[in-house]
């Protein structure tokens, strides 16, 4: 017990954090607006840290498993926090268009941030990094789908129709996500994997076997973590929207906070993964976690929107709809021979750096 306690010393900061947050939240509301935001930013460091516990956790049970289930526990993991936060926020009155800001962020960082960086220093390390293109394919054609069907084609829906779309747009994300799980589990696994040749696993160090990973400890710190995050982000919303009401920010850089926050483990893990030359893993964790947050986080706030009968704003912008055609169109590209290399990775990372620019200019 007392191991676990240690292991888990900063996940247990967080919940220390979050039982001091809730009797200081008025006093937090009602301090000042620099009061509130400071508090509201030491809070989200604290989601992040409880994020990264989480993520930990789900990388033992993805490790136990392993691929394609591995990243697919991380990636869900990750979609986990991001659609408890933007309930939350949703629930406390948050902008009509902060849930297809998030997905849109999402997105951006996911393929052009994380994909891009990993690929780039990856390339830089190693060169040419090969994966199974059969993933990159599948992934890009049902991102396309899943965007252009959810937050594309509800530009041309009458308003008076929104509540059947929204119930046609919850149907065809399940059906979409449960083919997806079932190519990515089923016989076509090998789409989401690679086989490494046998020359670099020789030039490896002897393995060494991992502790044995306890489950039931690993499933259960998952939930709690999740928990804590929740219990974080309820005050946390509050106080970041106060601490920036009246300073100009745009709106997406809320957005950008909650696609950060879940997208934080994942930087390192794919990050890490393309400095070994694993490159496979870094195309499930970026494109995987794209996918799972449209699919997954769709249907979860539109049905959220048709219990309320309050509707979300999620057709996007034209700026963002070009963005997002652009991102998917050069992942088509250079995800379509197998390798990876420097050059890639530097094309998508200029177009996470337009994103960003675009983003702080309100666009």
Known sequence: MLTLIKQEKFLLLALIAAFVAYPLEHWLLHSGQMVALIGGLVLIAFIVVASMRVAHHAELLAEKVGDPYGT?????????????????????????????????????????????????MGGIKHGEQSYNDDSARSYSVMILTAMG???????????????????????????????????????????????????????EPVKIEPAPVNLAVSIGTLVFGVVVIGALAEVMSKTVNLGLEGTGAPPVITAILVAAISAAPEILTALRAALANRMQSV??????????????????????????????????????????FLTLIVSAINLNDGETNAIEGMTHFVLFATFIMLSLLGL
């Open 149 to 203: 069907v959810s937050m594309v084609v509800p530009e041309f829906i009458p308003e008076a129709n929104w509540k059947i779309y929204s119930g046609f747009t919850i149907g065809a994300m399940v059906v979409l996500y449960a083919l997806f799980l079932r190519m990515q589990v089923g016989p076509h696994s090998y789409f989401f994997s690679y086989s490494y040749p046998e020359k670099r696993r020789r030039k």
């Open 72 to 120: 697919m526990i991380l990636t869900l993991a990750a979609v986990l926090v991001e659609v408890v936060i933007l309930a939350i926020m949703m629930s406390n009155e948050a902008s009509p268009t902060l849930v297809r800001d998030t997905i849109y962020s999402a997105v951006m960082l996911d393929i052009n941030g994380i994909l891009g960086l990993a690929a780039l």
């Open 283 to 324: 195309v499930n964790i970026a494109m995987g976690a794209s996918l799972s947050t449209v699919i997954l986080t769709v249907p979860v706030m539109e049905a959220m929107a048709l219990y309320t009968g309050q509707p979300f704003q999620m057709a996007m912008t034209p700026v963002q709809t070009l963005m997002i």
